[in-house]
């Protein structure tokens, strides 16, 4: 009884490292964009959606938003705290990257002169 006991700890123990590394290894960061084609429900004449990642798409190169590699790192720099840049690309946690609403903000945010202007004032404001 006891050597069962300490094998399902043990496998108790390689399950949740497994998952803990999976969520914490680093992933490409890559643009995501809206899905045209979202899979939806119908219930009682009202569409639905069951997962919200459903709504975005990662993108493939010819679909990247237009100034997403120029602006990238200035919009991870105000709000990811951990990635790695290697060889001139990105790399974030796969449980960031998995957050496609989160990567589908970023990606506006790089086409969003306005808001770069702001943040690019406010760290001038602060440095003086």
């Known amino acids: 009884m006891i050597k069962k006991l300490y094998l399902l700890l043990a496998i108790l123990l390689v399950l949740f490292s497994v998952y803990y590394y999976w969520q914490n290894r680093y992933v490409e960061l890559r ?9 939806r429900v119908k219930v009682f004449n009202r569409k639905i959606v069951i997962f919200q990642n459903d709504f975005y798409k990662i993108a493939e190169r010819d679909e990247t938003p237009p100034n997403f590699y ?44 306005t808001w770069i202007k702001q943040k690019k004032k406010y760290l001038t404001k602060i440095k003086n």
């Open 70 to 113: 120029k602006n990238i790192r200035f919009v991870i720099d105000h709000q990811v705290e951990d990635y790695i840049v290697k060889g001139g690309v990105i790399y974030i946690r796969y449980k960031y990257m998995n957050d496609l609403e989160m990567i589908y903000n970023h990606t506006l945010k790089t086409n969003d002169l």
């Open 31 to 39: 643009p995501v964009i809206l899905n045209d084609d979202v899979q």
